[in-house]
């Protein structure tokens, strides 16, 4: 039995990852909708909590969704110290190992999905077969800053942007020390190796918070390019007056899955909490950030995302790691300064 009292790890800010006699939930969601997804999620758990005699604990409404959290969750090696219920845009946790042996193949976390019929097949085998839950799907795209003159034509596939005649016309989101866009990283990796991860960085000119990056655009920031990988969650609040536009690749956005877990055990007790992330409250947050639930997804248009099989023969964590450590050493000195 674990001894709670002293063994429970806590976040950067020092709060308690779970607390013993509640419903421990952990929700990880993108810095567009943490304020908004915050503000309702604060309110469903205070309503629950006054009329329910096990309360819900979530670490992440204290702290403001810290960014260490999902690491912390990838040391436990106790099933006590899970989240019950678990929302995450990051696969990093869950498809890391020993995290993914212990508590996702053995099924002691449950993948939440509804109908996988909808599914197309890559997404419905890794549901049905690697216990994995889909709850919505994000994407990225590239955005182009029609303020910036740019000489080569417009790229038509995301492995144009690895040619030459685009260096330093290519900007990426980047914060605590990584870069976004790692299932453009991953398919990249899978398909050619370190290689092409090198080329893409070298044709990069700007690594920045997406802050900043949505900001310059169609501004005087000298930093500006032409072609900006960003989440969509970002570009839909680009302001209407900035003369930007998405190209529409031919391969289609980057997916990001948004996924869930229950402990099994727990399943009939968390499904009020997972009603309401379902439901009319919560739905328009998770739309504000671009994520869209499967049975809405047009999934005759094309979407890039890596190959399940490979994707599984490696530790997701390990591998994320290493591709950004080899993106950041390959790109120009002075850029990856977030």
Known sequence: MTDTA????????????????????????????????????????????????????????MDGIPHGLEGILREVSDAEMLPDLWLSTS????????????????GLLQGINDDVSQFPSRFKEAATQYNLGFFAFGNW????DLSV?????????W???????????????????EVGGMTLLQILHQRYGDERICQLAQNIGGVRHFSKLIKAVDSNDKERVAYNILPNAIINQLPSRKRAAII?????????????????DKLKQLQPIIDFLKGPDMT??????????????????????PDWDILLQTDHAKQSEHLNTTFIDALAPGLMTV
């Open 159 to 177: 492995e144009d942007l690895l040619d030459p005649i685009y260096q330093g016309q290519i900007a990426i989101h980047g914060c605590h020390g």
């Open 6 to 61: 002293t063994a429970i790890p806590e976040t950067e800010m020092g709060t308690p990852i779970f607390q013993p006699g509640a419903l421990n939930i952990v929700m990880s969601v993108p810095c567009p909708i943490k304020v908004k997804f915050k503000m309702v999620l604060e309110t469903f758990i205070n309503d629950y909590n006054a009329s329910h005699d096990m309360p819900i604990y979530c670490p992440s409404i």
């Open 248 to 264: 529409e690749l031919k391969d289609g956005p980057l997916l990001t899955p948004m996924t869930l877990f229950a402990k099994r």
């Open 284 to 305: 328009p947050v998770f739309s504000l950030g671009g994520f869209i639930k499967p049975e809405l997804m047009d999934w005759s248009k094309p979407y890039l995302f």
């Open 91 to 106: 696969m990093r946790t869950a498809l890391s190992q020993p995290f993914r042996s212990r508590f996702v193949d053995t």
């Open 141 to 144: 795209s590239l955005l182009c």
């Open 149 to 157: 003159k740019t000489a080569p034509p417009y790229p038509q596939t």
